[in-house]
């Protein structure tokens, strides 16, 4: 039976203390990681290399992790099963629609998920604002790469070449004032799914006159945190986002 500090512990952690670390370490493996040895589990969790053990063995007798003969330790078939379960019932709309939800909440402008088709983008997911004066999109319709923030960015992490693409996968997003239609202004940031593939762009926009550079500017990292929780949700992780904060200027 678990004493009453344990029980505290768990209920201040809104779960199972065992079960999460169990999962930390499972979530310490990348897709560019065929095995790791203990000491780094241990690094990348935050755990003490004795409960990692203890968490790996255990793991490992469900299948979920494979001790290795040079002791690395790898991912097994059970954690392959889980992914492949998760890879047939995934449903993009219930994934991305939410963040669209509370990105256009923090907001309050429309937001839109946009994919890539040939040499045109098209609007898969699109939630509006809730302001009376905004940015009309249809989903489904189709729009210039070329023109746009949210176009400009997957031509950018799709390995366009020149000083503004290069500047936009610097950044991490990109802004446009009236490049596509005079009065629609929009801010963009990229989405990728496993191994860093580029799946499309998530954006607000709404009209110039509310939406301006400072305003756009503002509401970027807002946009960038919306794009890595999303791209993590894609990819099946639960991996914290990586921070990126705006900078101060802007030069289209």
């Known amino acids: 039976m678990k004493g009453s500090a344990e029980r505290d512990d768990d209920d201040a952690r809104g779960g199972v203390t065992a079960?999460?670390?169990?999962?930390?370490?499972?979530?310490?493996?990348?897709?560019?990681?065929?095995?790791?040895?203990?000491?780094?589990?241990?690094?990348?969790?935050?755990?003490?290399?004795?409960?990692?053990?203890?968490?790996?063995?255990?793991?490992?007798a469900h299948n979920y992790l494979v001790?290795?003969?040079?002791?690395?330790?790898?991912?097994?078939?059970a954690a392959g099963w889980l992914g492949a379960c998760y890879q047939a019932t995934f449903n993009v709309q219930e994934v991305v629609e939410?963040?669209?939800?509370?990105?256009?909440?923090?907001?309050?402008?429309?937001?839109?998920?946009?994919?890539r088709e040939g040499d045109e983008r098209a609007c898969l997911l699109r939630v509006e604002g809730p302001q009376a004066i905004r940015h009309h999109?249809?989903?489904?319709?189709?729009?210039?790469?070329?023109?746009?923030?949210?176009?400009?960015?997957i031509l950018a992490f799709s390995g366009a070449s020149g000083r503004p693409y290069e500047a936009i996968r610097q950044r991490g997003f990109h802004l446009?004032?009236?490049?596509?239609?005079?009065?629609?202004?929009?801010?963009?940031?990229?989405?990728?799914?496993?191994?860093?593939?580029?799946?499309?762009?998530?954006?607000?926009?709404?009209p110039t006159s509310r939406l301006t550079?400072?305003?756009?500017?503002?509401?970027?990292?807002?946009?960038?945190e919306a794009a890595n929780r999303l791209s993590y949700a894609m990819a099946g992780s639960q991996r914290p986002a990586p921070r990126i904060d705006a900078p101060a200027t802007w030069h289209p």
Not at 37 to 60: C, D, F, M, N, Y
Not at 98 to 115: C, D, I, N, Q, W
Not at 142 to 153: E, Q, S, Y
Request: charged residues 25%; glycine residues 10%; contains cysteine.
């Open 98 to 115: 939410p963040v669209l939800r509370e990105l256009s909440r923090k907001t309050g402008e429309s937001a839109s998920f946009y994919v």
């Open 19 to 60: 079960v999460s670390r169990a999962l930390m370490v499972l979530e310490a493996f990348g897709v560019n990681d065929a095995d790791l040895p203990l000491a780094e589990i241990s690094r990348r969790t935050g755990i003490h290399k004795t409960t990692v053990l203890r968490l790996a063995r255990t793991l490992a």
């Open 67 to 77: 001790q290795k003969e040079d002791g690395n330790w790898r991912l097994g078939r």
């Open 176 to 206: 446009s004032m009236g490049e596509r239609e005079p009065e629609v202004s929009s801010v963009a940031a990229p989405v990728f799914g496993l191994h860093w593939r580029l799946l499309g762009s998530i954006c607000i926009s709404g």
């Open 137 to 153: 999109v249809r989903i489904g319709s189709t729009l210039p790469l070329d023109k746009g923030a949210p176009g400009r960015v």
């Open 213 to 224: 550079e400072a305003r756009l500017l503002k509401m970027a990292k807002t946009v960038v």
